[in-house]
């Protein structure tokens, strides 16, 4: 079954620029989501088709693709940006929708 | 407002069913495709089930078919899931989510009904 991979996590010191990538076979030809879940919450959409930010959310957060590899950018990280942040796509039949495993933003 | 709020979660045994329902509110729902997506205690999400807004098309995860059906009733603002023949592995926080239009992503989300099934 296709499969979106993340790192577990990620640490970054408040006012940095953090990457969060995720990767599959299917990412030229499908869009990529995220999705940022702070403890005990629902997630939140962050990006979507690739790029596109909804409203609301702020400037520091976009992202990117390059092939099979899609990046999640929080230029200028806050605390309050601390998550799991989790990539979605969907499989080439469009007919799936995948989750990576997530991957946990810490600020130091 | 857009508020989705999910019920219907709960202890149940290995082999029993439980039907989750989403009621949804602040927006035009017939016009909607809906998504159920799960989170084990400690984990990542999974997508479980999708259906466009006409039920026309559904489609599962292979982790749940056979024994999950999604359905709605747009007349009634709702999202179903009934979920039979469950396992210790189907124990998790159950969201429904809205697709937003042109594919752009699951928003809003409900809160979650926990399904717990143990003997």
């Known amino acids: 079954s296709y499969e979106l991979t993340q790192p577990p996590s990620v640490s970054v010191s408040p006012g940095q620029t953090a990457r969060i990538t995720c990767s599959g076979d299917?990412?030229?030809?499908?869009?990529a989501y995220w999705y940022q879940q702070k403890p005990g919450q629902a997630p939140v959409l962050v990006i979507y088709?690739?790029?596109e930010r909804p409203s609301g959310i702020p400037e520091r957060f976009s992202g990117s693709s390059s092939g099979t590899t899609v990046t999640l950018t929080i230029s200028g990280v806050q605390a309050e940006d601390e998550a799991d942040y989790y990539c979605?796509?969907?499989?080439?039949?469009?007919?799936?929708?995948?989750f990576g495993g997530g991957t946990k933003l810490t600020v130091l | 407002e857009v508020q989705l709020v999910e019920s219907g979660g709960g202890l149940v045994k290995p082999g029993g069913s439980l039907r989750l329902s989403c009621a949804a509110s602040?927006?035009?729902?017939?016009?909607?495709?809906m998504n159920w997506v799960r989170q084990a205690p400690g984990k990542g999400l999974e997508w479980v089930s999708s259906i466009s807004s006409s039920s026309s098309y559904i489609y599962y995860a292979d982790s749940v078919k056979g024994r999950f059906t999604i359905s709605r009733d747009n007349a009634k603002n709702s999202l179903y899931l009934q979920m039979n023949s469950l396992r210790a592995e189907d124990t998790a926080v159950y969201y429904c989510a809205r697709d937003r239009p042109s594919s752009s992503g699951f928003d809003p989300w409900g809160q979650g009904t926990l399904v717990t099934v143990s003997s």
């Open positions: 979605q796509s969907a499989d080439s039949s469009g007919t799936h929708w995948v």
């Open positions: 088709k690739d790029s």
């Open positions: 299917a990412l030229p030809k499908q869009y």
């Open positions: 602040g927006f035009t729902f017939s016009s909607y495709s």
